[in-house]
């Protein structure tokens, strides 16, 4: 069973049709403990990165994501769903994380067209872990303004708009995307689908 985290994020429904598509049992949530028992946890996100936080600390569902990643259990976070993961943003004059990796999400450079929104290239680092390794040199769709350095550790995909950022993380049994798989057509379901066969850690 997937816990598909409900604090408000536009694109739920999208991800969980996306989830149930590739054969995941799914249950929409925004109680903590369904998060703390769950096999799996998705955290969806589009929006505002500080409204994102502020509703799952309300929720208590902030405390019960740590915990679950502490305890092993495989976390994934879509778009805004990695920027939470970090300890600080920079969006309306800074924004406190989760705290589960370090380092701050930073606004894109002005130099290009913002919103980042439509289709780039991904390319895999050195360190790729395995659920990353297939969508190196593939297109996958993006939708946001803010975004993780290129060089924090654990970074599997990086991409460049204006310059180069983190577009896919893994350490241990949590991951996070910049992307929107739920968007990107059959790589983002493939994505979803090894996911879902992640083992706990």
Request: with cysteine.
């Amino acid at each position: 069973m997937i816990a598909l985290l409900d604090y408000g994020a536009g694109n739920l429904r999208s991800v969980e049709n996306a989830l149930r598509a590739v054969g995941a049992a799914v249950e929409v949530t925004r109680d903590p403990e369904a998060v703390r028992r769950a096999e799996r946890v998705v955290v969806p996100g589009q929006g505002s990165m500080r409204a994102c936080a502020d509703a799952m600390r309300a929720s208590g569902c902030a405390e019960a994501l740590v915990e679950a990643v502490r305890r092993g259990t495989p976390v994934l976070g879509i778009c805004v769903g990695l920027q939470l993961l970090f300890e600080e943003g920079e969006e309306h004059g800074g924004v406190r994380g989760l705290g589960l990796v370090p380092g701050k999400i930073a606004r894109l450079p002005d130099t290009v067209k913002l919103p980042h929104i439509g289709w780039s290239p991904v390319r895999a680092t050195a360190a790729c872990h395995p659920l990353f390794r297939p969508l190196d040199g593939k297109y996958v769709y993006f939708a946001h303004s803010f975004a993780a350095p290129a060089d924090v550790p654990g970074v599997s995909l990086v991409a460049v708009h204006g310059a180069p950022y983190c577009a896919a993380y893994a350490r241990d049994n949590l991951f996070a995307v910049q992307f929107h798989p739920e968007k990107s057509q059959q790589v983002g379901l493939s994505l979803l689908e090894r996911f879902v066969k992640v083992q706990p850690a």
